[in-house]
């Protein structure tokens, strides 16, 4: 059974990928291998599931990075900041309530309380904020794209929750190095960014934040209603330049009734014909000649109305957003490109404690369009197409190329010659939208990484991923400057050029490492 995973496991996931970034290959190999060999013993499948090699992995790296209760990790951080503001938000949403409750409700003896106000202000703008909830997230369903959820929870308890994350990590990040800062504040970046990686997972805290707030500014507004009505002589009337009878707003009221009105006696649950044209306030005439029956016939209808429209809903929507983020979290699935590497380097075999292999050349026979190799045996492989520019094709040497792509826990499913000309990158792009895509094949692309990625060739890799799907790890694989033997390593000016152009594509699936890294790299 999958290990349940929370914010906590993947804001650490994401520390961890972020500290990695500048480590050597070699390096993250050997010790993740060590980390499956030392701990792999745990796991039970064949072949182990990658889901609980990569638990195994942020279980072990954590532990080593934050040791022990005193050194808590960014997740465990994260954690703590939304339970004290879950806290803060109760306290701020009762005493908002009560305020507005206690300030609303003042009546001199001559100017009734205006129940147009009160609906307006505390029962009209919680339906249409529900209903442009509603619509966005309808919008989202019918054209089936990650249109924006509305922008307040992330604007308002975005910026609420980073602060008291700053406040709450202020003496964590003293102990912290400049690297690891960077760390943090990437994973904590999760919480106000809707990416294509985790979708709306990091939405729904915010969410139901939102919801706590008001629904405890109902209960607030709740308490000091029937506190006003229990020790004040209330009375509730209305009154509109408008042309509007009371027979217009008795079916107002009606309506809005209808959630209570079917359990609840009528003359309890909204005041009748009668009661509202006796509690129409003229200007000109005051309020001397209006009874008090009519005049104090409103105050259960407004309480009904908090009741359903202000607790009621704010209820339904809190638990909708738990249920959301259970969701949200239960469709997550570990098979980024980081991932994958992870998963790629705890299986696959260290072939030496030494650099990899350099890419010799040798005499081979050339090859023409498009070779397929037998599929190879072991676990660990993830078979892949191979797309290699027309300019190197026939000069890489595929006995030591096959022999990296091992090492590095890839097996050749199809090697493909592109970058040709446009017509036969289209053929290419065309052949491979037709073929069938698990979970484990990924395309691999040969760049030499000492030249510039042009715009031709991103726009051919968006092309691409159209192509295949969604979550197939497209892995650019780079080469350093050919001599008269050898390709040679790639620089890191090089590999940092590539790694700012890929990433500029916001593709979470989309992989980057140098095939020949360098002593700098």
């Not at 490109?337 to 030494?354: D, E, F, I, N, Y």
């Not at 040497?397 to 097996?411: C, K, R, V, Y």
Request: charged fraction near 20%; include cysteine.
């Amino acid at each position: 059974m999958k290990q349940k995973w929370n914010y906590q496991n993947y804001i650490d996931l994401e520390y961890l990928f972020h500290e990695d970034t500048d480590n050597p290959p070699m390096q993250l190999h050997e010790r993740d291998r060590n980390i499956f060999l030392e701990k792999g013993g745990e796991l039970d499948g064949n072949p182990p599931d990658h889901h609980k090699l990569i638990s195994l992995w942020l279980n072990e790296r954590i532990h080593h990075e934050f040791p022990g209760k005193e050194n808590k990790s960014p997740g465990e951080i994260f954690l703590d900041s939304h339970s004290a503001l879950k806290v803060l938000l109760v306290v701020l949403g009762i005493f908002l309530g009560v305020g507005a409750g206690l300030s609303f409700f003042t009546y001199s003896g001559t100017t009734p309380v205006n129940v147009f106000h009160f609906l307006i202000f505390f029962v009209f703008s919680q339906i249409l904020l529900t209903l442009l909830l509603a619509f966005s997230l309808l919008l989202r369903r019918l054209t089936g794209t990650t249109v924006s959820l509305p922008s307040f929870y992330s604007l308002f308890f975005g910026k609420l929750f980073k602060k008291l994350i700053q406040l709450t990590s202020k003496q964590w990040n003293k102990n912290l190095s400049a690297s690891k800062r960077d760390s943090a504040n990437q994973a904590m970046g999760l919480v106000k960014s809707h990416g294509r990686k985790y979708g709306s997972l990091f939405y729904w805290p915010l969410f139901t934040l939102s919801q706590i707030l008001t629904f405890y500014f109902n209960i607030g507004l709740l308490g000091a209603t029937l506190f006003k009505i229990s020790t004040s002589d209330l009375a509730f009337g209305w009154q509109s330049t408008l042309q509007f009878g009371a027979a217009s707003l008795y079916k107002i009221i009606q309506l809005i009734a209808l959630p209570w009105s079917w359990f609840i006696p009528r003359a309890i649950a909204y005041p009748s014909l009668e009661e509202i044209e006796g509690s129409r306030i003229l200007l000109k005439e005051g309020i001397y000649h209006l009874a008090t029956k009519d005049l104090v016939a409103w105050w259960p209808f407004l309480i009904f109305c908090l009741l359903f429209y202000g607790l009621f809903f704010r209820g339904i929507c809190y638990l909708g957003g738990k249920w959301m983020e259970k969701r949200s979290l239960n469709k997550i699935r570990l098979n980024s490109a980081p991932c994958q590497r992870l998963v790629q380097r705890m299986l696959t075999p260290l072939v030496s404690t030494q650099a990899q292999p350099e890419l010799k050349k040798t005499e081979s026979e050339a090859i023409e369009g498009k070779k397929t190799f037998k599929p190879t045996v072991g676990n660990h492989l993830f078979p892949q197409y191979i797309l290699i520019p027309d300019d190197i094709y026939n000069t890489l040497p595929m006995e030591s190329f096959e022999q990296i792509l091992h090492s590095l826990g890839f097996a050749v499913k199809e090697q493909l010659k592109f970058m040709t000309d446009y017509d036969s990158d289209q053929e290419i792009k065309e052949y491979l939208q037709q073929q069938l895509w698990d979970n484990n094949t990924g395309l691999l692309i040969i760049m030499e990484g000492w030249m510039v990625p042009l715009i031709d060739f991103l726009t051919y890799l968006e092309e691409l991923r159209s192509a295949v799907a969604k979550e197939t790890i497209i892995t650019i694989a780079l080469i350093g400057r050919p001599a008269e033997t050898v390709f040679t390593p790639v620089s890191q000016d090089d590999y940092t050029i590539w790694q700012k152009k890929i990433q500029a594509l916001g593709d979470p699936c989309l992989n980057l490492f140098p095939l020949t890294p360098g002593k700098e790299t």
